[in-house]
């Protein structure tokens, strides 16, 4: 592998990686018991579990794991917005504390 070849390849492994997501710190409460905890930079919980996270921008992300999607919006004062699609289609807003 040349060096262009490589550079090339470590750049996009590292835009790749969920560990440089720019996620707030966030704990949500959704309808259903469903628990959301991101950590700074993430990982993403949902109910204590790590879930598997798609970083779609720097403003928006998706949460998998257990049978629900917990959708994560950012907003430009950098505050976050949860919402959540679960099982059989349920859906809704989550409660930021």
């Given at each position: 592998m040349t060096k262009m070849h490589f550079s090339v390849a470590a750049a996009a492994l590292f835009a790749a990686s969920p560990a440089f997501a720019k996620i707030p710190l966030v704990n949500a409460t959704c309808p259903g018991n469903i628990e959301v905890h991101a950590d700074?930079?993430?990982p993403v919980y949902i109910?204590?579990?790590e879930a598997k996270l798609h970083v779609f921008n720097d403003s928006y992300y998706e949460a998998k794991g257990h049978g629900v999607t917990v959708s994560l919006s950012i907003?430009?004062?950098g505050s976050?917005?949860?919402s959540y699609?679960?099982?059989g289609g349920a859906n809704g807003v989550c409660t930021v504390k």
């Open positions: 700074e930079g993430g109910n204590g579990k907003n430009p004062d976050a917005a949860v699609t679960g099982h």
